[in-house]
C-alpha cells in the first residue's frame, strides 16, 4: 500500500509530540511564560537538525525515493499576512495549547474536548477562504 | 526498554525525531506542513463549489491526511501502549502562575479547568476552545503555515517569513497568555 509510509510517519510524528509532552497546553504555557528551555530545545534541536539536513539536500542535489529532485519553493516575500497571520495564529495556540497538529494527536489521547477546537480550526480555515481577497496580505 | 520509552522524552530527542520526520516527508517527495490538512478537509467536504480558495485537486493531499490519521494513532499508542505517569513535569514557576489563575498542579498532560466535559459544557470553556480553534485555523491559513510549516520547515529552510510568522506567533501567544488568560480565569 503506498499510503503506509505516511501512515507510519504520522504514527511517529503522534508518538514523539505526546512522549515530549508538547501536546500538553501545560508546556505551551510554559514556553510563552519564558519558564522552561523544554519547549525551546525541541524547536531548536528540530531547526538546527533540519537546517542541517535541508543543506545537504540542496548541496548534494539529493533526490527523493523516486528520483525527482527535491525542491524547496521559497515562501512569498510579504510582511503582513505572516505577522497578522501569525499574530491571529498565537493568540488561539495559547488559548487552547494545540497547534494543529497536536490538535489531532489529543484525539488519540481521548480528549473529546478538543473535537470543538478542532470544528473551530476548519470553520476558520473556511472563513479566511472568505474573506481571502479582502484581506491584506 | 520499553520502561524507557514510555518516561516521557527529553527534548534533544523530541527535536531529532521530528527532524527526523521532516526529511522523511522529503525524500517521499512532500513537504511537512500539518495545517494544509484544514484546507483540504473543507475542499473535501465541498467547499469548493463556493469558494475559489478550495477549488483545487485535494486528492493530490491525501498523503497528508493520512499523516493526520497516523498522528491520531500515534496518540493513542502513547495513550494506551506506551503510557507512563501521565502528570507533566512542568516547572515550578509555571505551576505557581496558574494556580494564580485558580488551575490547578498537573496530574495529567491537559488540564480538567479547559478539557474536562464539565468545563465544555459552560459558555467559557466552550468559546475558549471554540474561538481558539477559529484562530488557529484562520491564522495558519493566512499566515500560509504552522509550527511545522513556518517554525520547523521554513527556518530550516532559511526561509525570512517564517521567521516574521514565528515573531507573530509569539505575539499572539504571549497577548493571549498575559492578558485574555486572566481576563478569562
Redesign the interface.
Known amino acids: 500500500m503506498k ?1 503506509l ?29 519564558f ?5 525551546y ?11 542541517l ?2 543543506y545537504i ?1 540542496k548541496k548534494y542535489k ?1 533526490r ?3 528520483g ?1 529532485p ?1 525542491v ?8 503582513p ?21 497536536p ?12 473535537l ?15 474573506l ?1 481577497d479582502r ?1 491584506p496580505h | 526498554m520499553l520502561e524507557i ?1 514510555r518516561q ?24 511537512f506542513g ?2 494544509s ?3 483540504t ?2 475542499s473535501a467536504c465541498g ?1 469548493g463549489k463556493r ?1 475559489q ?2 477549488d483545487f485537486d485535494w486528492r493530490a493531499q ?3 491526511l ?14 494506551t501502549l ?1 503510557a507512563g505517569d501521565e502528570a ?4 515550578q ?2 505551576i505557581q ?2 494556580r494564580q489563575l485558580g488551575f490547578s498542579a ?1 496530574d495529567d ?3 480538567e479547568e ?4 464539565e ?2 459544557f459552560t459558555v467559557r ?2 468559546l ?17 503555515g ?3 510549516g ?13 521567521l ?14 498575559f492578558i ?2 486572566p481576563l478569562l480565569f
Open positions: 499510503g509510509k505516511f501512515i507510519l510517519a504520522g504514527i511517529l510524528f503522534g508518538i514523539v509530540m505526546s512522549k515530549s509532552e508538547a501536546i500538553s497546553w501545560y508546556r505551551i504555557q510554559e514556553m510563552f511564560r519558564q522552561s528551555f523544554h519547549m530545545g525541541i524547536i531548536g534541536t528540530a531547526v538546527v537538525l533540519g537546517t539536513a535541508t539536500i539529493l527523493d525515493y523516486q525527482n527535491i524547496f519553493t521559497p515562501k512569498e516575500k510579504s510582511v499576512r505572516y505577522l497578522i497571520g501569525g499574530t491571529i495564529f498565537g493568540l488561539g495556540w495559547a488559548l487552547t495549547g494545540a497547534c494543529p497538529g490538535m489531532f494527536v489529543n484525539i488519540g489521547h481521548a480528549y473529546w474536548s478538543i470543538v477546537a478542532v470544528a473551530g480550526a476548519i470553520g476558520g480555515t473556511y472563513m479566511y477562504g472568505l481571502r484581506l | 520509552v516521557p522524552w527529553p527534548w534533544y530527542t523530541s527535536g531529532a525525531v521530528i527532524a527526523f520526520v521532516m526529511v522523511l516527508l522529503l525524500f517521499f517527495g512532500k513537504s500539518f495545517s490538512n484544514l484546507r478537509i473543507c467547499a469558494v480558495f478550495f491525501k498523503w497528508n493520512l499523516f493526520l490519521v497516523g498522528a491520531i494513532a500515534g496518540g493513542w499508542i502513547s495513550a506506551l507533566v513535569q512542568v516547572s514557576a509555571t502562575d496558574l498537573p498532560l491537559q488540564p479547559i478539557f474536562s466535559l468545563a465544555l470553556g466552550f475558549l476552545l471554540l474561538v481558539g480553534g477559529f484562530m488557529i485555523g484562520f491564522g495558519s491559513r493566512y499566515a500560509g504552522c509550527t511545522s513556518h517554525a520547523i520547515s521554513g527556518l530550516s529552510n532559511l526561509q525570512w517569513p517564517s516574521i510568522a514565528v515573531i507573530g506567533f509569539f505575539i499572539g501567544g504571549l497577548i493571549s497568555t485574555l488568560l
